[in-house]
């Protein structure tokens, strides 16, 4: 129990909660486990259930009816909920979850979430700024799909995803086709732009595995594209 409240603490619909209301909330919520590579297809399914991580990354993306080309729109980890918008709306998402790791979340009846938020009116107040950083993620996405080249897409990319260390976080074992989804490129593009980033020193490739070797040149790289693009 400790831990799952731990967990909670992370999920910012859940923080500042008092230990008798925290206790209320698990016990409407279950432990689900889904495999590496589940796909989560049912829009109903999402429309009624809600889902919050608690271990490993599930990556949020859309499908092209007409080609069937896959863009990665949000990488999503532990202390995350999905999905947001029919909490918000009551209404089926046509949108895809897949399971990058195996992946265990808490999983609770959309209605008595949204009973429980009716009953608790104050996290409501948590909830704006995680819905507002999601919508400025993808407001950021597809500005730099329809204004910005690969090369600065995968700089950007790289960048947002250091953490406090100057490490890579969750990106950093991706193949490149998955990083590729991530920046609306295909795996070849970005191997190159990588092989090239390597070269130049600012970073190291192995199979399956990122890690910035200079910090500052990849800063410097990407102000450098920034600029060009602006000229």
Partial sequence: MQALEKVLNKCPLFKCLQEEDSGELLSLFHEKKWTKNTCILNSE???????????????????????????????????????????????????????????????????????????????????????????????????????????????????????????????????DKEIAKLIGSTGAVVNRHLQTLKRGGCLKTSRNSLEISDIKLLLRLLEMAKKNSHS
């Fill in 45 to 175: 399914n999402l429309s009624l259930q809600a889902y919050i991580i608690l271990k490993g990354r599930v990556k949020m993306y859309q499908v092209a009816a007409e080609n069937g080309k896959e863009i990665t729109l949000l990488l999503l980890q532990q202390g995350d909920i999905f999905d947001l918008l029919c909490l918000f709306d009551n209404q089926e998402h046509e949108i895809f979850y897949e399971c990058l790791d195996e992946v265990k979340v808490l999983t609770i009846p959309m209605e008595r979430l949204r009973q429980w938020l009716k009953d608790h009116p104050a996290q409501y107040a948590q909830l704006l700024p995680y819905a507002g950083r999601q919508m400025r993620l993808l407001e950021s996405y597809v500005s730099d799909i329809s204004f910005t080249d690969v090369s600065t897409r995968l700089l950007k990319l790289l960048v947002r995803n250091l953490d406090d260390s100057s490490n890579l976080k969750l990106i950093n074992d991706l193949p």
